[in-house]
């Protein structure tokens, strides 16, 4: 049965073979090669039988001059629908047309909504998308992804404590959580100042308050500098003290120390520093499943070293995601760089990375006084070194002063 | 020279065990009940009605009787027959 098998795609049809014995138009077919099924005799002078499409030739050539008469009297099979599909030219265009304009609807953002945050917030947010060009209308392959626009929103809007991005077919959805902002309530009432760090007092400015430390002296953190207890003597007098209710005032002032710290560094002798140019080159491909379709951009740049970018940005069919996806990949030529220094190089970068370190920890208005390297080994091909550093800063902090209950 | 193939043929499928119809050139018809008859190893269709099919062969004709028959497949040397077979008869040739 293999020879009639798969008749459907190629296509067969039906002919009427008349004449006498029509039965032996048949046979002579099938002594060509042709294979006949379904074959029923009509009446005495007609017989009827399934041919394959592409046998007709030769059973044309086979018919010639033996005096049988044929007729095709069904058609059947693919390319004969084909071709019935195929003459109403307007139906296919619009079945195409339709498709077309279903998947382009599908990639189209529809509505953004915005949920759980009041209307002021949920204006900035929507002005901050429209920026990002996310509004209704917008081509969503054009889009960032989810997590993108959550930290693009975290990062301009300040009143925004969390924000849940889901994208849902053709809507974006946004739950937002307001940040409420509650502000650290200074020290008020009755306070001290103490140190933070251990250090030799350079210079204080006490407006108010009374000082208990001088210019030169060494402190501990966590020693009072400024108390808000304007009463002298309370250990002394403690008889009196008692009596008389101490006079408290909220101690306010600056004291500057000097302060020291011990920084370690390494800094290797040889580095390699990879630079990307800014030549890049955008390529766009159709990719399914792992095939690539070069869209736009055939050609690889001529770079010697490249660092590649692929964003891959899915077509959607009504909710469904297609197994079709467009690639963006941007190639950005690179250049690595092999920097060797000397151990001295090595080290004063090492005092700068240091010195760019420790500002960060340090509060605003540190000033760096000097710094010394205690100590710098070679090891590995890596320089060591240890740095000592003298900083001027505030290290006064406010306390609260708790009254002691009384007895 | 045919009297010695004559001679050998009966041998081969006797003492090789070789399939008679392979040897002899004889059509080999496979019948499912009265339904279907499935014959190989013919040498063309003589007569082919609604009613009887008769298929030549290498010593006279096969003629299979019935009713409603169609041919359901034709290929060279094989026939696949549905219908309602009553029949099933060998024809010598005539000398």
């Not at chain 1, 949920?122 to 993108?148: C, Q, R, V, Y």
């Not at chain 1, 020693?223 to 101690?251: F, H, W």
């Not at chain 1, 891959?312 to 009504?318: A, E, L, M, V």
């Not at chain 2, 009297?3 to 399939?19: D, S």
Request: aromatic share 8%; hydrophobic share 40%.
């Amino acid at each position: 049965m293999k020879h009639v098998q798969a008749t459907f795609i190629t296509g067969y049809v039906t002919i009427m073979v008349k004449g006498q014995m029509p039965e032996i138009f048949f046979q002579q077919c099938v002594d060509h090669d042709i294979p006949i099924w379904n074959v029923k005799r009509v009446n005495p002078k007609q017989c009827e039988g399934n041919i394959r499409l592409q046998d007709i030739r030769q059973m044309r050539k086979i018919r010639r001059g033996t005096g049988y008469k044929i007729t095709f009297s069904r058609k059947k099979g693919l390319p004969f629908m084909f071709k019935r599909f195929w003459g109403k030219k307007e139906l296919v265009a619009a079945t195409l047309l339709s498709g077309l304009l279903i998947l382009l609807l599908s990639n189209i953002l529809w509505k953004v909504e915005i949920t759980g945050v009041p209307t002021d917030i949920e204006k900035k947010i929507t002005k901050e998308l429209n920026n990002s060009g996310i509004h209704p209308g917008a081509w969503t392959f054009s889009m960032d992804s989810p997590s993108d626009i959550q930290q693009n929103l975290l990062k301009h809007i300040p009143e925004l404590l969390w924000v849940g991005v889901e994208k849902m077919g053709t809507t974006i959805r946004l739950e937002g959580v307001e940040k409420i902002v509650v502000k650290k309530e200074p020290v008020s009432g009755p306070r001290d100042l103490v140190a933070t760090k251990k250090g030799i007092i350079k210079k204080m400015y006490v407006s108010k308050g009374r000082p208990l430390v001088y210019v030169n002296d060494y402190v501990e953190p966590g020693e009072v500098l400024v108390s808000g207890n304007l009463r002298e003597n309370e250990n002394v007098d403690e008889e009196k003290e008692k009596k008389q209710s101490p006079v408290l005032v909220s101690a306010e002032g600056e004291v500057i120390a000097r302060t020291w710290y011990e920084i370690h560094a390494t800094i290797p002798l040889k580095t390699t520093q990879e630079i990307l140019t800014g030549e890049q080159e955008t390529k766009y491909y159709m990719q399914l499943a792992d095939f690539r379709l070069p869209v736009w951009h055939f050609l690889n740049p001529d770079f010697e070293e490249i660092q590649v970018d692929n964003e891959k940005k899915p077509i959607y069919f009504f909710k469904w995601k297609l197994p079709i996806s467009i690639v963006e990949s941007v190639i950005n030529e690179k250049k690595s760089k092999q920097i060797s220094h000397t151990k001295k190089e090595a080290i004063q970068i090492g005092v700068e990375q240091a010195r760019r370190q420790l500002q960060m920890q340090l509060p605003k208005g540190a000033k760096i006084i000097s710094e010394k390297i205690l100590h710098d080994s070679v090891d590995h091909g890596k320089v060591k070194i240890a740095l000592y550093v003298t900083v001027e800063e505030n290290i006064a902090q406010a306390e609260a002063i708790h009254p002691k209950k009384e007895e | 020279m045919k009297k010695i193939h004559q001679y050998m043929r009966p041998l081969f499928t006797k003492y090789l065990a070789l399939p008679s119809d392979a040897v002899h050139e004889l059509p080999r018809i496979t019948m499912i009940g009265q339904i279907h008859a499935y014959i190989e190893n013919h040498k063309g269709i003589s007569v082919f009605t609604d009613t009887e099919l008769r298929l030549r062969t290498i010593n006279g004709y096969i003629q299979l009787t019935g009713n409603s028959f169609v041919l359901k497949l034709m290929l060279p040397e094989e026939v696949l027959l549905e219908g309602k077979i009553s029949d099933v008869k060998f024809i010598p040739e005539k000398e």
